[in-house]
């Protein structure tokens, strides 16, 4: 720590985007830090839109609203800064590397943007059908549970929450609940989302709740210890027990408990699950599948021996088979159509097929228009993600669904319901859901 202290030994640089999220989770990491009295900061702002982006009415809007969280990045952060331009292309390989750190460090001009000006979108896209889309997240005779996963900040919580409005607008009885303990549902649904299930105003058919992973696992231990002690346990095997639920598996256990305890609930023809970034949310759904090497067997094994596998089975016996069952159960993996969070959501994929679950929807989040490919920047950059889509689609092989970049973040009923129709189309239902709106006033 001692070290860490010295700005002459240790510097720490934070990477953030000029957006809301980016913001909040940096001063999160630095209000950390400080705490250790480690002050010794700097920030690279990336993905500046550069002057020549801002041609395109679509970049020249995100540009705008860049600029407003720069600011707010120089009175929040009284740090040296740098700022990182948005390329026309990925930065991959020693080569780019040395040509980015040129660009970045010694000023010289982005030249690549002239090579690219002659180049001309391929109209080639790899577009699933809508059918093929919906059929993965409508209910079919019984309940869908759908999943969204992936990398952090690609866009689980907004495709959770258009999914979940465009099919309340279907008719269905819908419950949009997520685990992210940083969650912003409330932000993006324009409407506080509380630690009870409640209606979502102004959207009939819709439900939403939080599952606050820390107030989850106080209850979870308090009902574990107290069955123990009900039985009659002496108070050194609950200490022993105590200490074996003081670890992290016990949140992720307990959240997952209160999926379940939702899950269980009659009447849901729909629920839509926006999970915490990868490696959290593949612990929490491998858990229950993995139970018998779990710690809570353990502590049911202190109390009644192979009673506590009864249990277990008899708990998650049911919801593991519905998320293994592809007709009940929907994994969908969000990305952005570039290298790394498909390497991520791949590898993610691959880890669940060892449980036996398996994507079956694909999300390309951020997909620039068509119609906005209008100058030599945004055409590299749609050229860069056509290849991309393609690659997802080759490698995943299951219906992918898009969102477009959008100019602004995504907030509000009205704009998710948009955003629904883009990524879904009209639905079976859709007229059915409208008329029923409209009989409720
Ligand atoms: N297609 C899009 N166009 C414009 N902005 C978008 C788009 N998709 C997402 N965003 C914005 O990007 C940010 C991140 O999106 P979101 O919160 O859905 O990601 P997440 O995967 O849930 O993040 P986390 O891992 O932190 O939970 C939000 O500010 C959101 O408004
Ligand atoms: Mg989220």
Redesign the pocket.
């Given at each position: 720590l001692s070290a860490m202290r010295q700005p002459e030994q240790t510097s720490f640089l934070f990477v953030l985007h000029p957006?809301?999220?980016s913001i909040k989770?940096t001063r999160r990491a630095i209000d950390e830090l400080i705490k250790l009295d480690i002050e010794n900061f700097s920030l690279i702002i990336n993905g500046i839109i550069p002057p020549e982006g801002r041609r395109n009415p679509l970049f020249a809007a995100?540009a705008e609203m860049q600029a407003r969280y720069l600011v707010q990045i120089e009175f929040n952060f009284p740090y040296p800064k740098q700022r990182m331009t948005l390329l026309a292309d990925e930065i991959q390989g020693v080569r780019k590397l040395r040509q980015v750190g040129k660009i970045f460090f010694d000023g010289e001009p982005d030249s690549r943007l002239e090579e690219v000006a002659s180049v001309r979108a391929q109209s080639e896209m790899h577009v699933s059908s809508l059918d093929l889309v919906r059929a993965r997240i409508q209910p079919n005779g019984h309940r869908r549970t759908v999943f969204?996963a992936?990398?952090?900040?690609?866009?689980?919580?907004?495709?959770?929450?258009i999914t979940a409005v465009w099919l309340a607008q279907q008719g269905y009885r819908t419950l949009l609940l997520t685990t992210?303990p940083?969650?912003?549902l409330g932000d993006?649904l324009d409407s506080p989302v509380g630690d009870e299930v409640a209606p979502v105003s102004g959207q009939p058919h819709l439900w939403a709740v939080k599952i606050d992973p820390k107030a989850a696992a106080e209850t979870y231990k308090a009902r574990i210890l107290d069955d123990a002690r009900q039985r009659g346990r002496p108070e050194t095997a609950i200490q022993v027990m105590e200490e074996e639920l003081d670890s992290p598996c016990t949140e992720e256990m307990a959240a997952f408990d209160k999926f379940i305890e939702y899950a269980s609930q009659e009447g849901w023809e729909a629920i839509v699950f926006?999970t915490?970034?990868t490696g959290h949310t593949l612990r929490l759904l491998e858990l229950p599948v993995d139970w018998s090497k779990q710690i809570d067997v353990k502590v049911f094994a202190s109390v009644e021996g192979t009673a506590a596998d009864d249990v277990a089975k008899q708990r998650f016996g049911k919801v593991i088979e519905m998320m293994s069952d592809p007709e009940q159960s929907t994994f969908a993996f969000?990305m952005y159509p570039e290298a790394t969070p498909i390497l991520e959501a791949w590898r993610a994929a691959r880890e669940l097929g060892t449980v036996g679950i398996h994507p079956g929807l694909v999300v390309a989040?951020?997909?620039i228009p068509a119609e906005q490919v209008t100058t030599p920047f945004v055409q590299s950059r749609r050229l860069m993600q056509e290849k991309y889509l393609k690659e997802i689609a080759e490698r995943f092989s299951v219906p992918l669904a898009q969102?477009?970049?959008?100019?602004?973040?995504?907030?509000g009923l009205k704009m998710l319901a948009e955003?629904g129709e883009l990524m879904y189309g009209n639905g079976d239902r859709a007229y059915a859901g409208k008329a029923l709106e409209a009989s409720h006033g």
């Open positions: 957006e809301a999220i989770e995100r969204f992936g990398k952090g900040g690609v866009g689980k919580t907004v495709a959770s929450c992210d940083a969650a912003h993006v926006d915490a970034p969000v989040n951020m997909v969102i477009p970049l959008l100019p602004q973040e995504i907030k955003l």
